[in-house]
């Protein structure tokens, strides 16, 4: 089964590469792999997941990352998040892939090598190495921080050359199968390819122009195939072996399944690859959880059955000692006269006479007897009614651990029932399984902070300055109402009035929504103040002496001020078999989805937070909807809170 990529695999996944897209975030699964959230202008994101040393391709799959980032995911995060994606390139005909992106700190490289070991680098414009995944040194080249990347030694690309220049290479390397294979790049698979399409015999020593031009002609065919793909993916039974960006002559007859996209066909085969993995491992940890948890069973069990034994005993021999109390204190002080002037020999010579004694120890002070068909110690240093009253103790000490460990024997059989109720749930969550995106069209405002107000109104707000300008010049409408929080840091917020008077409780609900996206939820403020004006008092253009900056604007003529809490509910409306997360006040978003969780200013981090909102949104949900919230992914989640930290105070049930 086809585990990397080749360069011309390379070539045809990188054409399929759009512009005009964001980089969100940068997660780091696992030391080799990069998972990198791109999202789009009409909203649709996907992953693009790279396995250094091994492909690259986008994904519709959301491999769970570590709670904790690597450090190069956090430098990456520090420069990439939001940058935008101005190119996707590959290098020379080499297993390097580049995204150039722009940023607000200028122009960066990220940097692919999936070739041999693999590895990742944020480069900067002058080409120094601002972040690496794994610190190399090679006889060409250092990849180490604050270095100037180099290139490894680049081959000859095979559809930049000439007929004359093909002979010349294939003359001097043995065979064209191994020409094209080896210095050439294509590797074995596109080498055998190449020399189907041409008819050139593939072991050929020395090769004539004429058979040159052939193989030139068979290479300019397959290169076209990469800008034009009819990607398959290749079975051998029902197992897939093989995918390809366009049908070799190599598979004629074999069972093929098309895609539209040569990254759809890597996504499915790779990420099946993955989830097939992922899930004997899910299998594996199931039945190893299971198999724990009935072992600590039957311990508990083989407990409660040893700590009956110890009530039933303990009691018997009491009562035995009681029942034959003359002869055993006899026992017992004969035994105790004779151990003060007689031999240990001596003493054990005398109690064989003794039909209940089984055996004497000296050092332990003890003598073993069998009275009432119980075979049982008795300690010489104390009475016989001392000995009866130990083994009562024993008894009523075993009766208080036997109810406990019958309360603990309930709780795992609790756990049992509750772990098989589950399934493989907690075992896929501890695994990390992939996780398809739920993709729809979003709404023009979801590309904003949004909420419906509990008056079924639209309220939107900007994310950054440049949203805020969007918000107002190609949103705001005459009898609308506009937001702004009374401080710096703050963004625009406009209600839709859609024609009707806005309600007071709107007003109030919109006034929340534009504090707590402020930066008072950063300072852990309890309250603030906001006003809102109608359209017209907005403005952009300034009086003589004044200026105004991107996202920000003048406000002209009186303000109305609500004194508004600093505080958000987080909910789930299912639409379509898909998931819309809505933050807002707590009355809007019950009105607008039935659940919510109630979140306020805290120390807890993003990720964490959106974990956990997430679980505790799936408690509150239909049965019917769990599986569509299942895959819900956090990025959603992180999306609609507001920045900086937080806390959850408490949820309800619908």
């Known amino acids: 089964m086809k585990t990397d990529m080749s360069s011309f695999d390379i070539l045809a996944v990188v054409t399929e590469f759009k512009g005009d897209v964001r980089i969100k975030k940068v997660y780091q699964p696992s030391p080799g792999q990069l998972r990198v959230l791109l999202r789009y202008r009409d909203g649709s994101a996907k992953n693009l997941i790279v396995e250094v040393g091994k492909n690259i391709y986008l994904s519709d799959y959301a491999v769970p990352s570590p709670r904790k980032p690597s450090n190069f995911a956090m430098t990456l995060r520090k420069y990439l998040s939001n940058a935008v994606v101005t190119g996707v390139q590959q290098v020379g005909f080499d297993r390097i892939v580049e995204l150039t992106v722009e940023t607000g700190e200028g122009e960066f490289k990220l940097v692919f090598e999936l070739f041999g070991e693999g590895n990742s680098l944020l480069i900067d414009s002058e080409r120094i190495i601002r972040a690496v995944m794994k610190r190399r040194r090679f006889k060409h080249r250092e990849l180490i921080g604050k270095n100037v990347y180099e290139y490894p030694p680049q081959r000859t690309n095979p559809f930049e050359i000439d007929a004359a220049e093909l002979k010349?290479?294939?003359d001097g390397y043995g065979s064209l199968v191994k020409a094209?294979?080896?210095?050439l790049g294509l590797g074995g698979q596109y080498g055998e390819e190449?020399?189907?399409?041409?008819g050139v015999d593939k072991n050929v020593s020395t090769l004539s122009l004429e058979d040159a031009a052939r193989v030139i002609s068979a290479l300019d065919e397959l290169k076209k195939g990469a800008f034009?793909?009819?990607p398959v993916i290749i079975f051998d039974g029902a197992e897939p072996v093989d995918v390809t960006p366009v049908r070799l002559q190599s598979y004629e007859g074999?069972?093929?399944?098309?895609?539209?996209?040569?990254?759809?066909a890597l996504d499915e085969f790779f990420t099946v690859r993955v989830m097939d993995d992922a899930l004997e491992k899910v299998e594996s940890r199931y039945?190893?959880?299971?198999?724990s948890i009935n072992m600590r069973l039957r311990e508990q069990a083989r407990a409660?059955?040893?700590f009956n034994q110890s009530i039933r005993d303990g009691k018997r021999i009491g009562d035995i000692i009681y029942a034959n109390f003359s002869d055993v204190e006899t026992l017992i002080d004969t035994v105790s006269k004779a151990r003060k002037n007689m031999s240990v020999g001596e003493i054990k010579k005398q109690l064989k006479a003794a039909p209940a004694v089984q055996g004497y120890n000296s050092k332990e002070g003890v003598v073993t007897v069998l009275i009432g068909g119980m075979k049982f110690k008795l300690d010489l240093n104390v009475s016989a009614s001392k000995n009866a009253d130990s083994y009562y103790s024993k008894s009523k000490k075993a009766r208080v651990k036997l109810k406990g460990a019958r309360g603990a024997a309930e709780k795992t059989k609790a756990q049992i029932r509750d772990y098989v109720k589950k399934g493989r749930t907690a075992a896929e969550k501890d695994v990390g399984m992939p996780v398809k995106r739920v993709v729809r069209k979003l709404k023009w405002y979801e590309r904003f902070r949004w909420f419906m107000s509990s008056d079924g109104l639209l309220v939107v707000g900007g994310r950054d300055a440049t949203s805020n300008e969007t918000i107002v010049k190609r949103h705001m409408e005459k009898g609308d109402v506009f937001f702004h929080a009374d401080i710096h840091g703050a963004p625009a917020v406009v209600v839709k009035a859609e024609g009707q008077a806005v309600p007071e409780q709107t007003l109030e609900e919109a006034a929340q929504f534009a504090a707590s996206n402020s930066i008072a939820w950063r300072s852990d403020a309890a309250f603030l103040d906001v006003y809102w004006v109608n359209p017209e008092q907005v403005s952009k253009t300034p009086q003589s002496g004044e200026y105004v900056g991107k996202g920000a604007f003048i406000i002209r003529g009186k303000r109305n001020f609500i004194r508004s809490k600093v505080a958000l509910s987080v909910g789930v409306k299912i639409c379509e078999d898909a998931v819309q997360v809505m933050a807002g006040p707590e009355i809007a978003v019950q009105a607008y989805a039935g659940n919510r969780v109630n979140i306020i200013p805290g120390r807890m981090k993003s990720k964490e937070a959106a974990l956990k909102i997430k679980e505790m949104l799936l408690e509150q949900v239909s049965d019917a909807d769990q599986a569509v919230v299942k895959k819900l992914n956090i990025d959603d989640i992180q999306r609609a809170l507001p920045t900086g930290g937080y806390a959850i105070v408490r949820s309800k049930k619908r």
């Open 194 to 198: 190449i020399c189907l399409r041409s």
């Open 180 to 183: 094209l294979a080896g210095p």
């Open 304 to 306: 409660i059955k040893r």
């Open 228 to 230: 034009n793909p009819s």
């Open 254 to 264: 074999r069972a093929a399944k098309e895609f539209p996209s040569f990254s759809a």
């Open 287 to 291: 039945r190893e959880g299971l198999t």
């Open 168 to 170: 010349e290479i294939v």
